[in-house]
């Protein structure tokens, strides 16, 4: 079981998502928001393996997208890597307003 990066108190629980950015960043990313009841740290942490396989097996059971390969809408470059750490920034920025 994870532990409060702050604290280290076990008593973590899930934590609901509070924006679209952040519902998207749950969609495609293994890690979710928990909240510590010790000291009310709330932070993104990796789920657990048996989560995981959970959101593995969903995830198997989708249908596969259609082939886009010869369209307009066929993805031109590599996946880029998502900085998720400035995206959030953007999150708690949007928040203060
Ligand atoms: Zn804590």
């Known amino acids: 079981m994870a532990h409060c990066p702050k604290c280290k108190s076990k008593d ?3 934590s609901r ?3 679209r ?3 998207w960043r749950k969609a495609i990313t293994d890690k979710r928001p928990f909240r510590c009841r ?7 942490l990796p789920l657990s393996a048996a989560a995981l ?12 997208p259609p082939n886009l390969r010869g369209t307009l809408l066929a993805r031109s470059n590599p996946r880029h890597r998502l900085d998720l750490h400035t995206l959030d920034r953007f999150d708690d920025d949007e928040k203060d307003n």
């Open 12 to 14: 973590l629980r899930r």
């Open 21 to 23: 950015w952040e519902r």
């Open 53 to 64: 396989e959970q959101v593995a097996a969903q995830r198997r059971s989708a249908t596969d």
């Open 38 to 44: 010790a000291c009310q740290w709330r932070g993104w």
């Open 17 to 19: 998502t509070r924006t």
